[in-house]
């Protein structure tokens, strides 16, 4: 089986990736080319689970069900009409980056299949999440349906994800399988952390991997108040975040705090 790394995403590249399918195209009716897959979506789970569907040219949720309320604490119509993105705020922050990772590296390697083969790759996803209980759970999320146009884009694609905390305890870090059938191929993609590198630094410029996200968006010129749509927390606590990293890195500005994070190899 083989084994490849791959470099953590942020929250900025996540959505600038996803604007390559967001443009004009025709849409067909998804509630019929899905129809069975919903039907029979039970059968994908892995224990209790739920689903959603994103359309990729509207950047938007058109479908969604299962145990929504009891394993994200949000109901069905505030999953629908969300952004695609909606359900990474569900996720522990630590665990983000790597499922960002790993989603766009499912679709880059589904982009160097044909169209019709597509469908016979399978990823599984398995990540950490924080249900409304409080309790965190390991999760197993798979995508075993798409749509695609007559140019190859990726319109709509289906998710699942199943709770499989009965049976995955431990607190490893996500990774990411990969099942080619056709090809006979299997891989594994495990994330390569630049933050290990920090840990023998001293234990004040040590940073979360939410600070360095802050930072990473911070260097693209975005706003306290961008960030915060983006991450889904508020503004004063991306105020907080920036008040740490202050601190932590002995900057007096905003732009002290990315010369010293360049500077350190943080971003």
């Not at 080319?33 to 994103?54: D, K, S, T």
């Not at 949000?74 to 993105?85: C, F, N, Q, S």
């Not at 160097?112 to 409080?134: C, F």
């Amino acid at each position: 089986m083989a084994h490849e790394k791959i470099g953590l995403a942020d929250a900025g590249s996540f959505a600038s990736y996803w604007l390559q399918y967001q443009q004009p195209v025709s849409l067909p009716d998804y509630k019929t080319i899905f129809a069975e897959q919903v039907r029979n979506i039970h059968n994908y789970a892995l224990g209790m689970f739920y689903w959603n569907l994103g359309c990729l040219p509207l950047g938007k949720i058109v479908g969604a069900g299962g145990a929504l309320k009891e394993l994200t604490g949000h109901a069905e119509d505030e999953w629908l009409g969300a952004p695609p993105h909606f359900s990474l705020q569900h996720f522990l922050p630590d665990d983000v980056p790597y499922v960002m990772a790993y989603v766009m590296k499912f679709d880059q390697y589904l982009q160097q299949l044909k169209v019709e083969d597509r469908n016979n790759a399978r990823a599984s996803i398995y990540a950490r999440i924080k249900t409304p209980d409080e309790n965190i759970r390991w999760f197993c999320i798979q995508y075993p349906a798409s749509y695609y146009d007559e140019e190859g884009r990726l319109v709509y694609i289906l998710a699942v994800c199943s709770d499989i905390s009965h049976i995955k305890k431990d607190n490893n870090p996500p990774f990411m399988s990969l099942l080619d059938s056709p090809l006979g191929e299997q891989k594994i993609f495990l994330c390569h952390n630049p933050g290990e590198e920090l840990k023998a630094q001293p234990a004040t410029t040590r940073l979360t991997s939410r600070e360095r996200e802050i930072i990473t968006l911070l260097a693209k010129g975005m706003s306290s108040k961008q960030i915060s749509n983006l991450l889904f927390i508020s503004k004063s606590t991306v105020d907080n975040h920036r008040q740490n990293l202050l601190k932590k890195l002995g900057a007096s500005s905003t732009a002290g705090i990315i010369h010293l994070a360049l500077e350190k190899g943080i971003v």
